[in-house]
C-alpha cells in the first residue's frame, strides 16, 4: 500500500520553489515589457508633446 501511493504522489508536477521561481521570473518579464512599451510609446509621442506644449527639443530631457 505504501508503495502504491508513493508512486502516485511522484508523478505529479513539481512543486516548491521551483514553481515560485517559474512564477517569480514571469512577473519580472512581464514588468520588464511594460517599462519597454511605455517608453517606445513616449518616444514615438515625443515630438507631438513636444509641439502641443510649447517646449524645445533642449528642454524635453
Known sequence: MTRSSSA???TGPP???SRR???GIMIVLV???M???D???VNVALPQIAGGLGFGP????
Not at 533642449?58 to 530631457?61: F, G, P, R, T
Request: aromatic share 0%.
Open 39 to 41: 517608453t517606445t510609446i
Open 21 to 23: 521561481a517559474g512564477i
Open 58 to 61: 533642449a528642454s524635453l530631457s
Open 15 to 17: 512543486a516548491g520553489p
Open 31 to 33: 514588468a520588464q515589457l
Open 35 to 37: 517599462l519597454t512599451l
Open 8 to 10: 502516485a504522489a511522484s
